[in-house]
């Protein structure tokens, strides 16, 4: 199993970023898949996640109506557009590959790190 995350970077307070997490090893598509953060001298929080269809989606509280996530499986990518990102959402940004889709993450990539600052 891999997965690698691509798309972080620095961007300023109100901008906007996309990441991307390819898969591979598995079958992306029978899984449920999420994003995981942690912010510096921070432990880890849950983002948000999907089932394997798509249909089913959830947010953390304080990403709700701003972050979107999505998932193409013919190619084995989970997405994440980030909106209105705010300094509190400089964090290293895993994907992690869901055992069970009760939150039994068994698979992480190496992360990609945002910063948002001015």
């Known amino acids: 199993v891999q997965l690698v995350e691509s798309g972080g970077g620095l961007v300023q307070p109100g901008g906007s970023l996309r990441l991307s997490c390819a898969a591979s090893g598995f079958t992306f598509s029978s899984y449920y898949i999420g994003w995981v953060r942690q912010a510096p001298g921070k432990g880890l929080e849950w983002v948000s996640d999907?089932?394997?269809?798509?249909?089913?989606?959830n947010y953390a509280d304080s990403v709700k109506g701003r972050f979107t996530i999505s998932r193409d499986n013919a190619k084995n990518t989970l997405y994440l557009q980030m909106n209105s990102l705010k300094p509190e959402a400089t964090a290293l940004y895993y994907c992690?590959?869901?055992?069970?889709?009760?939150?039994?993450?068994?698979?992480w990539g190496q992360g990609t790190q945002v910063t948002v600052s001015s």
């Open positions: 992690a590959k869901d055992l069970s889709g009760w939150g039994e993450y068994d698979f």
């Open positions: 999907m089932n394997s269809g798509g249909g089913r989606i």
